[in-house]
């Protein structure tokens, strides 16, 4: 029959019967090589992630981790820092419940994006609480200031921005310092180096040693200060200290990256606690500040925080808050509303104000209160060593000076729980486990060397 008389079925019929063919084939490929190329779509246990190892628990986060698993009537952790009333439950400020309500009975409000840069208002406001209301640099807009995911979400953004436009690449952070800061800025593409901050033989500041770091360091270096409430010593300079590292770092073109966790919440004054950041901006130099809400305001799952960076004039500000939207953007777009929304109610209204600072301040002295009683009970128990750090010291943590052994033991045998280098939250301690841990710390000083 010729071809071109066959029927049109006929012809569709072969094509179809071609088709088929093919497909059978492209099947019987797929059963022999698909598994093993593709093992994503295999119907085996073998995973692409195979490979991948159990990673370690955070040194700060696994201490509650094995807090929780303990089923100790007396256990007490006194890891995590987070504020912890005298009958040991977390606090939502009054205020904050306040600010909420105001937030709720707002019909006006919605639940859009916020810019990039977060709320302007909370930006607005948080540069003032820090740099002060007459700020010469804010009134000369000289800040830039965006929203970011709480201290650790400004640290990264900062160490992200510098990584990429400033001349120097290399940061000095203090010797110990917060275990998160070398993670934040090795990540961002800084090189860490540290310099001397603690003397275990005083528990306090060697200073010395810091300026001998500092001046040693390569010009134009990032150096991380902490603004208060040093993490984890609560060792802090004397203000006659912090203008010498002012001075020191000026001189040598060192660039401040201050990280404040604490503002108010150290000595339960805010400018006071403000003060050696205010120090460097006075001199019309340039810095970065992170700045968190966590423990002064309580605000901790709300994760809010900012950056604020100090410059020169007003037009290089504004380019750097554009580079600012560059890093945010591909990060996580635009940071939450609520957390920021709340601060700003607070910061804006006077009596809302005034009720934060009194409750601020509540906390700070209960601090206080529970290092005295503590360096007391030791001091009753006839404790070998000298304990009068513990009430020197300031803010949320002490470094008690016990090593990694007695921290073992104390965990071991009293059920009491910290990080390894000996910090405590004393705003994990009330009245009633004062005297717990002092038994503690009296057997372990004792028993183990």
């Not at 019929?13 to 063919?21: G, H, K, M, P, Q």
């Not at 295999?42 to 628990?57: A, I, K, L, T």
């Not at 934040?184 to 200073?207: C, E, H, M, Q, W």
């Not at 009430?391 to 059920?415: A, D, P, R, W």
């Amino acid at each position: 029959m010729n071809p071109e008389m066959a029927s049109p079925s006929s012809s569709s019929d072969r094509r179809i019967s071609v088709l088929a063919r093919h497909l059978a084939g492209v099947e019987m490929d797929s059963k022999n090589d698909s598994i093993s190329a593709f093992p994503t779509s295999g119907s085996d246990n073998n995973s692409v992630f195979s490979h991948v190892v159990r990673g370690p628990e955070d040194p700060i986060l696994g201490v509650t981790v094995a807090y929780n698993k303990d089923p100790s009537p007396v256990k007490l952790n006194l890891g995590v820092g987070a504020y912890r009333t005298e009958e040991g439950k977390p606090l939502v400020l009054n205020v904050v419940r306040k600010a909420e309500l105001l937030l709720v009975n707002d019909r006006s409000r919605v639940k859009e994006y916020l810019p990039i840069t977060g709320l302007a208002e909370f930006n607005k406001l948080s540069a003032k609480l820090m740099f002060g209301a007459n700020c010469p640099a804010i009134q000369e807009n000289r800040v830039t200031t965006v929203q970011c995911l709480s201290g650790t979400g400004s640290l990264r953004v900062g160490a992200e921005f510098l990584a990429k436009h400033y001349l120097q690449r290399t940061i000095y952070i203090p010797q110990p310092t917060w275990g998160n800061h070398p993670k934040i800025f090795t990540l961002a593409g800084l090189s860490v180096k540290t310099y001397r901050y603690y003397d275990p033989a005083t528990r306090g500041l060697n200073f010395q040693g810091l300026v001998e770091d500092l001046s040693s360091a390569s010009s134009g270096a990032i150096v991380l200060l902490h603004a208060c409430a040093h993490n984890p010593t609560g060792v802090d300079p004397t203000f006659q200290q912090w203008e010498q590292i002012r001075k020191l770092m000026r001189s040598k073109g060192l660039m401040p990256f201050f990280d404040s966790a604490y503002q108010g919440f150290a000595s339960g004054n805010l400018d006071a606690d403000a003060q050696p950041v205010r120090m460097f901006v006075a001199d019309g130099g340039e810095l970065l500040l992170a700045q968190s809400y966590a423990k002064n305001m309580g605000l901790y799952g709300e994760r809010i925080g900012a950056l604020s960076i100090v410059c020169k004039t007003a037009d290089v500000a504004a380019r750097v808050e554009s580079q600012l939207k560059l890093v945010i953007r591909p990060m996580y777009s635009n940071p939450p509303i609520h957390g920021a929304s709340i601060v700003a109610a607070i910061l804006k209204n006077r009596d809302l104000y005034n009720e934060w600072t009194i409750e601020l301040k509540a906390m700070a002295d209960r601090i206080i209160s529970m290092r005295q009683k503590l360096f007391e009970a030791l001091r009753a128990r006839g404790t070998p060593g000298d304990w009068s750090h513990i009430v020197k010291q300031i803010g949320m943590f002490t470094f008690t000076g016990l090593n990694s052994k007695q921290v073992s033991f104390m965990t071991k045998e009293y059920h009491i729980y910290m990080t390894s280098d000996g910090r405590i939250s004393m705003a994990g301690l009330s009245s009633k486990t004062v005297p717990h841990l002092a038994d503690a710390i009296h057997a372990a000083v004792k028993r183990v060397v």
